[in-house]
């Protein structure tokens, strides 16, 4: 789903409110889980999952054109864990 289908599925859902209030509420929730992940806080949503920041140590890659060997640096990745009640809906979903 992208987010201009989120923002069309909240649409169907909620037909009282307006396009660039369901815009705000979607861009709000986006900016607040980017902001405090970038401040390196951990973003629960209960049920949903867990977004939070992980470290990758610098090592040595491969340039995958030439293969020659280049140094990466260390880095940071987002990380997210599925919730139980999310990843129990997945599994029963594919069961089905």
């Known amino acids: 789903m ?4 989120l923002i069309a599925a909240l649409m169907q859902r909620h ?7 369901i815009n705000l509420i979607v861009n709000t929730v ?11 806080n951990r973003v ?6 867990a977004f939070s920041i992980k470290e990758r140590d610098p090592r040595i890659g491969r340039n995958p054109k030439t293969g020659e060997q280049v140094q990466v640096s260390k880095k940071y990745i987002p990380f ?3 919730g139980k009640d999310l990843h129990a ?8």
Do not use: M, V, Y
């Open 2 to 5: 992208t987010k201009s289908e």
């Open 15 to 21: 037909p009282h409110l307006q396009l660039k209030d």
């Open 30 to 40: 986006f900016d607040s889980i980017s902001t405090s992940l970038a401040d390196n």
């Open 44 to 49: 629960e949503l209960r049920g949903f999952g």
């Open 80 to 82: 997210f864990k599925t």
């Open 89 to 96: 809906r997945i599994n029963k979903a594919r069961k089905a």
